[in-house]
């Protein structure tokens, strides 16, 4: 598995010498490739700037890939704790209960965690407790209810059957499956679940959407089926199923429609975390934050190549339409 210390964008500054200070180190053991991870990098670097923390200067990362090799991740994560990091960044789930397996004692900063309470990564949202702060990807299990709706207020004009596209292995994901079930009556249609957890099953989850009926599906928030956003996309596409997403990557990679925190902007906030913690305040006493907002995404092009028509209502919510 790749390892790269020093500035994760460019190379160390040579040519700064030898940093007067502190140096401070940011380890990370992440889940995918270092493309796949580079673009939200970048806003997390460019946060750090901002608050006077420059690679190669006064700070370092320690940092591991696992390439898609989950069963690496605690491995990987012992690595970084051995190396002396002064703090640790966990966007997920899964890198955060590696990373409290670890060590108990440097402190972890979340990007974009699931029900961090309800999963027992922290004592509350108010008062984390232990070594972990940072944010959660949803304000709420709702969030994900809010999407059925969405969908469902396109989908007017067809059987309101749709399916769910969820990992049962992924944490911290039951609460959001339970929150579009319980949506589901209120809102006039029936949801399947279809299970997929590997990248082989995603097609496969797909095409059985298909064989079953279903006129088009929510996904249910999963690090894995990120990295695997264009068979997504295309899959759905191929059997004409219309799909809305939490994340605007989805989108831009040819989905419908999205709705859900603009993860850039977590990773960019989560700068203020590690400078709080490099000033001397513990992750005990840092409140856990939700997302500020949340944007809605029309893909216009791919609505067209399914043949439907947003409706003038739904469109005037987008944030963003893409065409």
């Known amino acids: 598995m790749a390892a790269i210390t020093g500035g994760l964008l460019a190379a160390p500054l040579a040519a700064v010498g030898q940093p007067k200070g502190k140096v401070w180190r940011i380890g990370f053991a992440g889940l995918l490739t270092r493309e796949q991870v ?6 997390l670097e460019a946060g750090l700037r901002e608050r006077g923390y420059v690679p190669g200067r006064n700070l370092e990362w320690e940092i591991r ?11 990987l994560m012992a690595e970084i704790v051995a190396s002396k990091v002064d703090a640790i960044l966990a966007p997920i789930n899964a890198n955060v209960i590696a990373a409290k397996q670890a060590t108990s004692s440097i402190p972890i900063v979340m990007v974009n965690a699931l029900d961090p309470v309800g999963n027992g990564l922290v004592a509350s949202l108010a008062r984390p407790g232990g070594n972990v702060t940072g944010s959660t990807f949803e ?70 959407m298909h064989s079953s009926n279903v006129v088009g599906f929510i996904l249910l928030n999963e690090p894995m089926y990120l990295a695997q956003r264009d068979t997504i996309t295309a899959a759905a596409t191929t059997h004409h199923l ?24 977590l990773w960019r906030d989560a700068a203020t975390y590690f400078d709080k913690i490099f000033k001397g305040t513990k992750p005990a006493d840092i409140p856990i934050e939700l997302p500020s907002t949340l944007e809605l995404i029309i893909n216009l092009k791919s609505a067209k190549t399914l043949g439907l028509t947003i409706p003038p209502s739904v469109l005037a919510r987008a944030d963003r339409v893409i065409e």
């Open 38 to 43: 580079m673009p939200w990098f970048q806003e």
């Open 65 to 75: 890939f696992a390439a898609g090799h989950p069963e690496q991740l605690q491995r």
């Open 139 to 208: 304000v709420a299990p709702e969030m994900y209810a809010k999407n059925v709706e969405l969908l469902a207020l396109v989908l007017t004009q067809r059987p309101a059957r749709l399916g769910i596209l969820w990992n049962p292995s992924h944490p911290g994901v039951l609460p959001n499956l339970r929150a579009c079930m319980d949506a589901a009556p209120r809102l006039g249609v029936s949801l399947q679940p279809f299970e997929a957890r590997t990248p082989d099953d995603l097609p496969r989850a797909i095409a059985a």
């Open 242 to 265: 219309p799909a809305i997403y939490t994340m605007s990557l989805y989108t831009e990679a040819g989905g419908l429609m999205s709705y859900g925190p603009n993860l850039f902007k």
